[in-house]
């Protein structure tokens, strides 16, 4: 559809169960670490996704869908040479715009601030 827009969640993470316990204990990310993802250690448990941002992410009037680094870059290709991850994009048709930057992400403190923070955005959007 034309015009429509999704909401895009890229995680600074490798695909598969190893990476991901991996970011899980490492808590934090560190600014230049590629290994590790705040967004993932804040929206994930070493089960999978939490209860609340599942929740959160359902009764979102616009549709998600949620991506590792290597998914995004295999899907996208590799022509965004500014784009860090994590990042929250709106796809709209096929253009891409940045809705939260990797350093709004790593300064959201829990679950709490990010659903607040996206909240805040969607609604200008």
Avoid at 63 to 87: A, C, D, I, N, Y
Wanted: neutral net charge.
């Amino acid at each position: 559809m034309p015009g429509s827009k999704t909401l895009l969640i890229v995680d600074n993470t490798d695909s598969g169960v190893l990476p991901s316990l991996k970011n899980f204990s490492t808590g934090k990310a560190a600014a230049s670490g590629a290994d590790t993802c705040t967004l993932s250690a804040i929206t994930h448990s070493p089960v999978g996704m939490k209860k609340e941002w599942k929740r959160f992410l359902k009764d979102l009037e616009i549709p998600s869908r949620s991506l590792e680094r290597s998914e995004f870059t295999s899907e996208f290709g590799s022509g965004h040479p500014k784009m860090t991850f994590p990042v929250v994009l709106i796809q709209t048709g096929s253009e891409l715009a940045v809705l939260l930057s990797t350093e709004e992400l790593n300064r959201c403190g829990d679950l709490h601030d990010l659903i607040l923070l996206l909240r805040q955005r969607l609604l200008f959007e």
